[in-house]
């Protein structure tokens, strides 16, 4: 079992950089690949990152590629999205969630566990 907190959304002016935390607890955290994704109001839920588990493999959406960066510390049981440059586009709720797999992974259908999502607003 494992449970994910998502945490370190708000308010940010359109270029400006916001970091996003998702904790886990569960000490088979490590064997798990863990993605963002984003959901606007009345839209679908969108992937965003994925990042597998060494860290060495990630995977972005083409709509944030060179602009965030995901990341985690082992350690800390943590994934991180850094978000710079940010877009009112970008303005969703991002949640982290988890998969028991090798492979990275765009389809949320494959994921196990969800956080409950932070909210970013980037205004213009």
């Known amino acids: 079992q494992v449970q994910l907190v998502e945490s370190g959304g708000g308010l940010v002016q359109a270029g400006g950089s916001l970091r996003l935390s998702c904790a886990a607890s569960?000490?088979?955290?490590?064997?798990?690949?863990v993605g963002w994704f984003r959901q606007a109001p009345g839209k679908d839920r969108q992937f965003v990152a994925a990042?597998?588990?060494?860290?060495?493999?990630?995977y972005y959406a083409d709509s944030v590629k060179g602009r965030f960066t995901i990341s985690r510390d082992s350690a800390e049981n943590t994934v991180y999205l850094q978000m710079n440059s940010l877009k009112p586009e970008d303005t969703a709720v991002y949640s982290c969630?988890?998969?028991?797999?090798?492979?990275?992974?765009?389809?949320?259908?494959?994921?196990?566990?969800w956080g409950q999502g932070t909210q970013v607003t980037v205004s213009s």
């Open positions: 969630a988890a998969v028991l797999a090798f492979t990275l992974t765009s389809n949320e259908w494959r994921y196990n566990y």
């Open positions: 569960g000490r088979t955290f490590s064997s798990y690949a």
């Open positions: 990042i597998g588990q060494s860290g060495t493999r990630t």
